[in-house]
């Protein structure tokens, strides 16, 4: 077998090869963004409802006025009675 020959029957399968992996690497870069996209949309609705809950949670707070009034102590310092 010359070396001519050797090229011609091992280029088409290293081509085959090449193209191959390519699509497999391909396949994968596919796969891990949407898995990337799917875990992010998951973790937007969370903080969504996160943040309507500290929203709701500071309307309450609106709401409802203090009681408390600061007093001072002997230190100086205030703290709530």
């Known amino acids: 077998m010359t070396a ?3 090229n011609e029957t091992t280029e088409p399968k290293l081509s085959e090869l090449l193209t191959s ?3 497999v690497g391909i396949a994968w870069a596919r796969y891990g963004l949407t898995v990337g996209r799917v875990a992010l ?3 937007a609705k969370a903080l969504d409802a996160t943040a309507k809950a500290v929203g709701n949670l500071a309307n309450a707070l609106n ?6 009034k600061p007093v001072v102590n002997t230190e100086g310092s205030e703290r709530a009675a």
Not at 63 to 68: F, G, L
């Open 4 to 6: 001519n020959q050797v």
């Open 21 to 23: 992996l390519s699509n």
């Open 41 to 43: 949309e998951t973790h």
């Open 63 to 68: 709401e409802d006025e203090p009681t408390a």
